[in-house]
């Protein structure tokens, strides 16, 4: 009985505790020996109720929490902090690179890292993305309840921002499915004329996609093949460095 008591007390914990908690603090918090607590969130780990981040060696609630998880209880926002991974991606690719999450059932810039090129992209922090034609959305979306993700949108007025944009729900949807094939999502002259842009999402430890990354750019520097994969491949980076961060662990394929 005395372990599984240290096991809830574990889970307890973590779950007050967003940021992790490394091995030491939580042996200190829970007054136990470092072997003990070891021991406990040993078995845990082995059965994904807790996660240990790759990169800070923290450990958070798992992927198994969130089976006993409601929809949509993930009410804290988990990244409202400047992230470094932003700016080394801003940094690599010349463009700016910003993070957003949905709110309530908006998606909003959280924050952002900017280009240093005289031709940029305006991107400020608390600018609400359009559901239907901004990359930054759509990651967002496409790991939700298909279900709920129509709701969503057909409680809203879909705008054709140019000839480019997406209005039919049903056409949304089925793009959604493309972006969770890929991983990421790309948009292209679908907001703004001329402008181009890639997300991708950045996961809780439990498996959540809580926010998404973009880079978004002129058109015209991103019109070969190279300055295109070079802008993927930075924006996949920097989600996962910030999932890892978060106590996020890609399942071994």
């Not at 910003?98 to 900017?114: D, I, M």
Request: charged letters at 25%; proline letters at 5%.
């Amino acid at each position: 009985m005395q372990v599984i008591v240290r096991a809830l007390s574990v889970l307890r914990l973590l779950a007050r505790t967003p940021g992790g908690l490394a091995l030491g603090e939580l042996a200190e918090r829970l007054e136990l020996p470092i072997a003990s607590a070891h021991r406990v969130v040993g078995v845990l780990e082995e059965e994904r109720f807790v996660s240990r981040s790759p990169t800070n060696r923290r450990y958070f609630l798992g992927p198994a929490v969130r089976e006993m998880l409601q929809p949509d209880s993930m009410q804290q926002s988990l990244l409202v902090q400047p992230h470094e991974a932003l700016v080394e991606a801003s940094r690599r690719t010349g463009e700016t690179v910003f993070l957003s999450e949905l709110v309530g059932n908006k998606v909003v810039c959280l924050t952002l890292a900017e280009s240093q090129h005289p031709l940029r992209l305006f991107v400020r922090v608390g600018q609400e993305m359009p559901l239907n034609a901004a990359a930054a959305a759509r990651v967002l979306l496409a790991w939700r309840d298909a279900d709920a993700v129509r709701r969503l949108l057909t409680s809203q007025r879909l705008v054709s921002f140019t000839k480019e944009t997406p209005v039919d729900v049903e056409e949304i949807i089925a793009h959604l499915q493309v972006v969770r094939a890929r991983g990421y999502d790309v948009c292209e002259s679908e907001l703004d004329a001329n402008v181009w842009a890639v997300a991708a999402p950045v996961r809780s430890s439990i498996g959540e996609v809580v926010a998404s990354v973009t880079l978004a750019a002129p058109a015209q520097r991103m019109a070969d093949a190279a300055a295109r994969e070079g802008a993927y491949q930075a924006v996949i980076e920097a989600a996962e460095r910030m999932a890892a961060d978060l106590g996020w662990v890609a399942p071994v394929s």
